[in-house]
């Protein structure tokens, strides 16, 4: 699979050629153009699986959301991910959306935190841009503006008393990518 994203930061697509034996998943409201090579099947909570039989396919994909496109690799570890933010993914991921932090992590119940985990990519679609932030230490971010993190970081509520948002302290090493709006 091969991928650009065009119009960074604001107005992106994400245009893909989808070759024999890839896995590409999105939502078809993302879709705004395919070719007729293009085939799909319904991949489970309102997600398909985009692919093709014999030709290269070409497919551009745009968010609803005012804001980056952004992707993550995955080389065999784990990721934690805010569910609103998942554009697409392709590879051999698997989402874990019933794992034991996922329902209480945001105020907001219908967003959740999904742990992805394979070999491949997540795309996601922030508000505003993605600040990638080396975490060493503790560092405390608004629960508003995590979009993903790895699981090498622990975490554990933290609150402002001047302040009517949340935060959450997080320790250890690993990568937080942060949205830039909320």
């Known amino acids: 699979m091969r ?12 245009r ?7 896995r590409f998943i999105s939502k078809m409201d993302y ?29 551009i994909f745009a968010s609803k959301k005012l804001g980056d496109i952004y992707l993550i690799e995955l080389s065999g570890q784990s990721l934690y991910v805010r569910s609103d933010s998942i554009f697409a993914f392709y590879g051999d991921v698997s989402i874990d959306r019933e794992w034991g932090g996922s329902k209480d992590f945001f105020e907001d119940q219908n967003i959740s935190l999904f742990k992805i985990t394979g070999k491949g990519g997540v795309f996601v679609a922030p508000a505003g841009m993605i600040y990638k932030k080396w975490i060493e230490g ?3 971010i608004s629960e508003e503006n995590v979009i993903a993190f790895e699981p090498s970081l ?6 402002i008393s001047e302040d009517q948002r949340s935060f959450y302290a997080f320790n250890g090493g690993g990568n937080m ?4 709006r909320k």
């Open 16 to 22: 893909v050629v989808i070759e024999i034996g890839d």
């Open 154 to 159: 622990s975490f554990k509520p933290y609150s």
């Open 177 to 180: 990518y942060i949205q830039t």
């Open 31 to 59: 879709v705004i153009s395919f070719d007729t090579n293009t085939k799909w099947k319904d991949a489970d909570h309102g997600l398909y699986l985009f692919y093709v039989d014999v030709y290269p396919s070409e497919m």
């Open 138 to 140: 503790t560092n405390f």
């Open 3 to 14: 991928y650009e994203i065009i119009g960074k930061p604001y107005y992106p697509v994400l």
